[in-house]
């Protein structure tokens, strides 16, 4: 997988100054009355009411919209104060009194578009006959989520030139209708634990809000739980009864739940160079076994990861009589080969670049080659792996691979040359396991020295072994906003294996995330340890395994590497114990860009389980994001609080993805 950076500029905010400006207003009224509903029909109401179903978007724009009171304050005189609409560009948009939805609901549904922050890009058209016809869709949102009396009105300010205006929307929500009663009726056979499964799960609650939304996603999330447990075919019947003067509702559901089916044999088709079977144990489900919508979902993805097709469709074809599904998986092959190409720039590596050449379904058997450069001002790497899937069933692989690196850190300048062969398991939903063998021959050229054994030698030879375990349970892998994740790993050097030095190296992450109204608040702890063994004693330790801190995603108030121990030229030295953490707050800003306030803290430690204290160093900072589709592009300021001589207290980084 190729890691793409990018260089990420700073945009400066511009400000508008609006003099001699003028104001209009537009209210929206709805009158009360009392409407019923059924599936496939529309609320009846007045001529008047504003419509409760959101994608019922106005296809005439009218000169006035309906329920205003005063159509002398609804538009402006054109000849006397309004300038020329297609000259009039949107400066700024507000939104006042929203809270029952966001405003980012508000933004995503009206015509009206936002002006960037982007300073390059040029200002949306202002057109007010668009602004009066997102009154009625922002009434129809609310009207969707249960506020059926909710108003909108705006105001505008142009500036002296008349050629911007800034818009202030105001809303005014109103009380919320009230579920008075909800009759819901199974009809059929279904077992106990369906049925309590349904009305465990319906999100319409008495003497809660009542909304047309909470209606339709009732009625889905009865069929969804029907269609995973056997019963595609099922159908729900609703009705719905709304008194808009008393501020209540009632609600009614007919579950009729039809033939169960299981499922039958599956057929592929489409495929050329991959062999069937290869598709086939990607199935989730089994012939005889209780149909499924989300085992049919869940098989879909599966394919998909294989990364040899271009499509994936499966479609059941059911057998009322036998009352059995059978699978039709439809594939479409891509191009066995590929190349791509990243590029990108950091703070620490600078400019850097990878090519990846890719061979799928490397002699058969699903298979893959991979042969990677990686060039940057550090790090210079050449590697080939060869990844074997279900190795031991699904969801498992074993991997083979030889690796030429050239580092030239602050720590060290040297080659190495290593080779691996790994097996990573995953399991359940969110935990994996790996493990694998390594040899690694490394040379050091160059390297920051505590003791003069150590500027003597310049050649290592290891054999180690690498056990590892994970329990990712966040929600998106490149920004997270929710979620924990538990990483552990111990890695084990012997000297009976032929390797010039004895060691066991643990480390232990923890990290958490919980959003609230948008905001993010992240967390993260590391701890590890080198213990030598044998022969081997605390300072024996190549340089190359020791623990650093320090730079982007750790101790944003310190350079690269150089937390902790440093020699008398302030190259760090590393160490065998090591204690990180951070803490963060993610918080929107506009649009796409966000901000980051962060409070990170730890220290590296020379010797093994030492963990003074008094010596935690600590560097708050801020930071802005910019979102796109590989991850947020970053920029982070730390402060150092209690840096050691000779390490600048501000530092600054760019790179790509979250810290953490």
Do not use: C, H
């Amino acid at each position: 997988m190729i890691k793409y950076t990018a260089t990420f500029l700073l945009f400066p905010l511009l400000f508008f100054l609006f003099i001699n400006f003028s104001i209009t207003s537009f209210s929206q009224e709805s009158e009360d009355v009392e409407q019923q509903f059924e599936d496939n029909t529309s609320l009846q109401q007045e001529e008047n009411d504003i419509p409760p179903a959101l994608d019922e978007i106005l296809d005439k724009k009218e000169s006035q919209p309906q329920g205003s009171s005063d159509s002398s304050a609804a538009t402006k005189d054109s000849e006397s104060t309004s300038p020329d609409e297609p000259n009039v560009r949107v400066s700024k948009v507000k939104i006042k009194g929203a809270k029952v939805v966001t405003k980012q609901q508000i933004e995503r549904i009206i015509g009206t578009d936002f002006p960037s922050i982007k300073f390059w890009v040029k200002k949306p058209p202002f057109d007010e006959e668009v602004l009066k016809d997102d009154m009625i869709r922002i009434q129809r949102l609310y009207a969707n989520n249960g506020y059926y009396d909710a108003k909108a009105t705006y105001e505008l300010k142009y500036n002296k030139d008349e050629t911007r205006v800034e818009i202030k929307i105001t809303i005014e929500e109103g009380e919320p209708i009230i579920l008075t009663d909800i009759d819901l009726k199974i009809e059929g056979d279904l077992s106990d634990e369906i049925k309590k499964q349904i009305t465990d799960a319906v999100p319409l609650k008495v003497d809660e809000t009542f909304s047309p939304n909470g209606y339709q996603q009732t009625k889905g999330i009865i069929s969804e739980i029907l269609y995973n447990r056997g019963y595609p075919k099922s159908d729900i019947e609703g009705e719905a009864l709304v008194n808009r003067r008393e501020k209540w509702a009632r609600a009614k559901f007919v579950v009729k739940p039809g033939l169960i089916y299981k499922f039958g044999v599956i057929k592929v088709e489409g495929n050329e160079k991959v062999a069937s079977y290869i598709i086939e144990r990607e199935a989730d489900f089994k012939e005889g076994k209780i149909f499924s919508l989300s085992k049919i979902n869940e098989t879909q993805a599966n394919i998909f990861q294989l990364g040899l097709f271009r499509s994936v469709v499966i479609d059941p074809v059911y057998n009322d009589e036998e009352q059995i599904a059978d699978i039709a998986i439809v594939v479409k092959e891509r191009k066995q080969g590929s190349v791509k190409i990243g590029g990108g720039f950091g703070t620490e590596d600078k400019l850097r670049g990878q090519v990846i050449w890719t061979q799928r379904n490397f002699f058969g058997g699903g298979r893959r080659l991979e042969v990677s450069g990686k060039f940057s001002f550090i790090t210079q790497r050449v590697e080939t792996s060869v990844i074997q899937p279900y190795i031991v069933g699904k969801d498992s692989k074993l991997s083979g691979t030889l690796n030429f690196q050239r580092d030239d850190v602050p720590s060290f300048k040297g080659r190495s040359f290593l080779t691996t062969a790994a097996l990573t398991k995953d399991f359940w939903k969110y935990y994996s396991v790996f493990s694998s063998l390594n040899l690694q021959f490394s040379k050091i050229e160059d390297s920051a020295t505590r003791t003069p054994e150590e500027r003597s030698r310049e050649n290592f030879f290891l054999t180690f072994i690498n056990l590892g375990f994970e329990r990712d349970a966040t929600d998106n892998i490149l920004n997270p906003t929710r979620g924990t994740v538990v990483s552990t790993g111990l890695e084990s050097s012997f000297s009976a294996l032929g390797s010039d030095v004895n060691y066991l190296k643990g480390t232990i992450e923890l990290r958490g995330y919980k959003e609230y109204r948008d905001v993010v608040f992240a967390k993260k702890f590391t701890i590890g340890v080198i213990q030598p063994f044998g022969s081997t004693q605390t300072l024996d330790i190549p340089i190359f395994k020791r623990f650093f801190a320090g730079g982007s995603t750790s101790m944003r108030g310190f350079p690269f590497q150089k937390l902790g121990p440093l020699d008398r030229n302030n190259d760090p030295l590393g160490g065998n114990s090591l204690l990180v953490g951070s803490f963060e707050v993610r918080y929107p800003i506009y649009g796409d860009f966000g901000g980051v306030a962060f409070l990170d803290y730890g220290n590296v430690y020379t010797d093994e389980w030492s963990f003074p204290l008094q010596d935690i160093k600590y560097a708050p900072g801020l930071g802005l994001r910019y979102d796109t589709i590989i991850g947020p592009v970053r920029f982070d300021v730390g402060y150092a609080l209690n840096p050691e001589p000779g390490i600048t207290r501000i530092q600054f980084f760019i790179s790509i993805g979250q810290a953490f």
